[in-house]
């Protein structure tokens, strides 16, 4: 299973884009790449995901490199109500059933 | 409004004395989960059920058991229950055929 590698924390001015990075350098190729967040204890939330092309929805945009070793979320205005834990999650091909989360990123919005 | 519902949000309990936290979802959802959370872990499944009367483990499945008698809910259970089972618990619920996870509220559980 592709295991992933966020950075612990990071921090982003109020009003300013947030760029997430993620490692999944195992990644296979039929597996996908998901975000969630959490916040503060709350239950996790679905933020995107993606298998190779660029995604983008209403709460953020998903890059994902061309050898899919790696991955970017981009909040593109981030707010106080943004600072979360923010996890990236690579689905088990062979088992759609079975999501691994990892430690996630703080991410603290600051005014 | 769609939701997962759990209950109770709160437990302080003793070891070796059953419990039951209970999971219900009204959006008519196939596949229901739950996981534990501990600090520096992230979230890791405990179990899992495609729909009723299917269940299977997920990763860190000893100690719980789960079933799935109505679509609606999963109840997970404790028997016996130790103080390696303190954690912040989290059920989830997904339609079959799509890829976002809804996850509840949260159930924090001591054992002492």
């Not at chain 1, 916040?39 to 298998?51: M, N, R």
């Not at chain 2, 109840?75 to 890829?99: H, K, M, W």
Request: proline residues 5%; contains cysteine; aromatic residues 10%.
């Amino acid at each position: 299973d592709a295991k992933t590698t966020q950075p612990t924390s990071m921090d982003c001015a109020e009003g300013r884009a947030a760029n997430l990075p993620c490692n999944h350098s195992t990644i296979s190729g039929n597996e996908y790449v998901y975000w969630y967040r959490q916040i503060h204890s709350q239950g996790p939330q679905y933020i995107i995901h993606g298998l190779k092309n660029n995604e983008t929805n209403e709460m953020a945009s998903l890059i994902i490199t061309e050898d899919r070793k790696s991955s970017t979320l981009i909040l593109p205005h981030a707010t106080l109500r943004d600072t979360a834990v923010y996890y990236c999650i690579v689905r088990v091909a062979y088992d759609f059933n079975k999501f691994y989360f990892g430690s996630g990123t703080k991410l603290n919005v600051k005014p | 409004e769609a939701q997962v519902t759990q209950n109770p949000r709160y437990l302080i309990t003793v070891t070796g004395k059953k419990l039951t936290v209970t999971c219900s979802q009204n959006m008519n959802h196939e596949y229901m989960s739950w996981y534990r959370q501990d600090p520096g872990l992230g979230l890791r499944q405990i179990y899992y059920s495609m729909n009723v009367e299917v269940t299977d483990k997920g990763d860190v499945p000893e100690g719980y058991k789960v079933s799935r008698k109505e679509k609606r809910n999963f109840p997970l259970i404790l028997e016996s229950p130790s103080p390696n089972q303190t954690s912040l618990y989290f059920c989830a619920s997904r339609r079959v055929g799509t890829d976002t996870q809804y996850f509840g509220p949260g159930t924090r559980l001591t054992v002492l």
